[in-house]
T-cell receptor, first 113, second 106 residues
Framework: DAGVIQSPRHEVTEMGQEVTLRCKPI?????LFWYRQTMMRGLELLIY????????DSGMPEDRFSAKMPNASFSTLKIQPSEPRDSAVYFC???????????FGEGSRLTVL | DAKTTQPNSMESNEEEPVHLPCNHS???????IHWYRQLPSQGPEYVIH???SNVNNRMASLAIAEDRKSSTLILHRATLRDAAVYYC???????FGKGTRLHILP
């Protein structure tokens, strides 16, 4: 298995620009999660999906953030407009439904100047 | 979500066993206890989980107290590669706390 695939691995952008992070979960996994990690706040759960449906988005910081899962093999996390405080490593994870065992991607490191 | 208490950091010698404690006194009766770790510059990695009985897998063992208010992750023979932040996560939602940073001394 290829594991969870995230792109881009690194992105540097300027404040105000739109950022789109992409995730391909492991085939057959029913749940998908987006996390953000910073030195100050640690690992934060932003949103998770079950069977492509958003279940809990209470961790999404504000309206500038949106996430979609149009099908079982693809998800996006969009930030529009981006701000310097959005700089972080964003992780995507997937899991077989209701197992508690999450498989994480390698992360997308975002720097907003 | 149950609150957890873990030491900020621990040290161990290479090739010796390591016992990583976690207190989760507010855990509910049906919450599993999950352990994850994060190696430097990598995403978190699942280690083990359990409900009431002690659990073993190829990576580690999980010892759960009878009252389920605490648990201990046991690495039987630590290697340098086990240096990481270890997270104890009770509940059905994987919410990360601050974890324990484990240093392995050669």
């Amino acid at each position: 298995d290829a594991g969870v695939i995230q792109s881009p691995r690194h992105e540097v952008t300027e404040m105000g620009q739109e950022v789109t992070l992409r995730c391909k979960p492991i085939s057959g996994h029913n749940s998908l999660f987006w996390y953000r990690q910073t030195m100050m706040r640690g690992l934060e759960l932003l949103i998770y999906f079950n069977n492509n449906v958003p279940i809990d988005d209470s961790g999404m910081p504000e309206d500038r953030f949106s996430a979609k899962m149009p099908n079982a093999s693809f998800s996006t996390l969009k930030i529009q407009p981006s701000e310097p405080r959005d700089s972080a490593v964003y992780f995507c994870a997937s899991s077989p439904q209701n197992t508690g065992e999450l498989f994480f991607g390698e992360g997308s490191r975002l720097t907003v100047l | 979500d149950a609150k957890t208490t873990q030491p900020n950091s621990m040290e161990s010698n290479e090739e010796e066993p390591v016992h990583l404690p976690c207190n989760h006194s507010t855990i509910s009766g049906t919450d599993y206890i999950h352990w994850y770790r994060q190696l430097p510059s990598q995403g978190p990695e699942y280690v083990i989980h359990g409900l009431t009985s002690n659990v073993n897998n190829r990576m580690a063992s999980l010892a759960i107290a009878e009252d389920r208010k605490s648990s201990t992750l046991i690495l039987h023979r630590a290697t340098l590669r086990d240096a990481a932040v270890y997270y104890c996560i009770p509940g059905d939602k994987i919410i990360f706390g601050k974890g324990t940073r484990l240093h392995i001394l050669p």
